[in-house]
């Protein structure tokens, strides 16, 4: 029930930190379920490895990550974003890299709905109308160029 989270969380640090995602400017990501436990994690992890990395050269690489983020990848926000999770991942990018995510048809329907209700309700006293239509659709169609 939790692991997922984490390995999503790792995948996409792989990606980042092996250069991957600098490497092919080209492909846009999508990481799933708000950025896992990426946002609380993300600092540490990038700390540690540039002190680990024998190529430490003083440069800020939580920046450099974050930079990637805020341009090369988009976040769904299926599962249980709302009311806690969402803000953390807005402390890394900003709302116009959100896309909706409904996790659709592996939760069981009764729960789809009740998340899709809680999504509503987080969504109107988190952002602003033309904001909520982004995510709901417009960032959906900037990146699949629709």
């Keep these: 029930m939790m692991e997922f989270m984490f390995e999503g969380t790792r995948a996409v640090i792989n990606l980042l930190l092996s250069g991957t995602v600098a490497k092919y400017p080209d492909i846009t990501y999508i990481m799933s379920h708000c950025g896992c436990v990426l946002p609380p994690l993300l600092e540490r992890i990038s700390c540690l490895s540039a002190h ?3 190529a430490n050269d003083g440069s ?3 920046q450099d990550l974050r930079d990637l983020l805020k341009t090369r990848l988009y976040f769904d ?4 974003p709302f009311p806690d999770q969402i803000h953390g991942l807005l402390g890394i990018v900003g709302p116009e890299r959100l896309v909706y995510g409904s ?5 069981p329907e009764k729960m789809g709905l009740e998340l899709a209700d809680k999504m509503d309700r987080g969504m109107s006293v988190t952002f602003e109308k ?5 995510i709901y659709q417009g960032s959906a169609k900037k990146l699949l160029g629709l």
Aim: glycine share 4%; aromatic share 16%.
């Design 103 to 107: 996790d659709y048809p592996f939760t």
């Design 60 to 62: 800020n690489q939580a």
């Design 52 to 54: 680990l990395s024998a």
């Design 130 to 134: 033309e904001q909520i239509q982004e």
């Design 77 to 80: 926000l299926a599962g249980f």
